[in-house]
T-cell receptor
Framework: AQKITQTQPGMFVQEKEAVTLDCTYDTSDPSYGLFWYKQPSSGEMIFLIYQGSYDQQNATEGRYSLNFQKARKSANLVISASQLGDSAMYFCAMREGLGFQKLVFGTGTRLLVSP | SQTIHQWPATLVQPVGSPLSLECTVEGTSNPNLYWYRQAAGRGLQLLFYSVGIGQISSEVPQNLSASRPQDRQFILSSKKLLLSDSGFYLC???????????FGSGTRLTVV
């Protein structure tokens, strides 16, 4: 079964608007971490934001916030005030358990920001 | 500061030729190291990971192998490349538990 599901292959948003990228996950481990990465056309993977399963508040990093709904097993990325430079692939990933880290990635969402 | 180096950036190799991709990390000791592959337009697939020198775990049986001859060096190899080995190969290392991976810049391999 898929551990990380990103159902949106592509998303479009206008500059300065907010956009939500969906991510659902599947785990029976009570301890896990959720990550979002950005991959521009150059191919590099850029870490954006992290949410731990025991964190009480939603994570925020500048224009990025993570809408963490534990009961629904969803960890959606919200980008506020989109910029042209936000156009990229976005990947959701999960680490299960404590200790050694092994990240499992979703298939990604391609975001296009238009002027 | 901690950095990760991966080379070459691009590589075109004929079918049946050998492969060696190298990844080195600076500024840390005993990192966890990973090799991922990304097929065109797809997500990342974990190929190998290593928790220490000489310790290699394989996630997917395939035509590739990995080695860790030194603490901060991780090598991905193949004796004979297949067309299906084409893809974007990313090396990564893990930092603090809540910081995920730090990735190298990747190698785009095309097998012809």
């Amino acid at each position: 079964a898929q551990k990380i599901t990103q159902t949106q292959p592509g998303m479009f948003v206008q500059e300065k608007e907010a956009v939500t990228l969906d991510c659902t996950y599947d785990t029976s481990d009570p301890s896990y971490g959720l990550f979002w990465y950005k991959q521009p056309s150059s191919g590099e993977m850029i870490f954006l934001i992290y949410q731990g399963s025991y964190d009480q508040q939603n994570a925020t990093e500048g224009r990025y916030s993570l809408n963490f709904q534990k009961a629904r097993k969803s960890a959606n990325l919200v980008i506020s005030a989109s910029q042209l430079g936000d156009s990229a692939m976005y990947f959701c990933a999960m680490r299960e358990g404590l200790g050694f880290q092994k990240l499992v990635f979703g298939t990604g969402t391609r975001l296009l920001v238009s002027p | 500061s901690q950095t990760i180096h991966q080379w070459p950036a691009t590589l075109v190799q004929p079918v049946g030729s050998p492969l060696s991709l190298e990844c080195t990390v600076e500024g840390t000791s005993n990192p966890n190291l990973y090799w991922y592959r990304q097929a065109a337009g797809r997500g990342l697939q974990l190929l190998f990971y290593s928790v220490g020198i000489g310790q290699i775990s394989s996630e997917v049986p395939q035509n590739l192998s990995a080695s860790r001859p030194q603490d901060r060096q991780f090598i991905l190899s193949s004796k004979k490349l297949l067309l299906s080995d084409s893809g974007f190969y990313l090396c990564a290392w893990s930092v603090a538990p809540n910081y995920g991976y730090t990735f190298g810049s990747g190698t785009r391999l095309t097998v012809v």
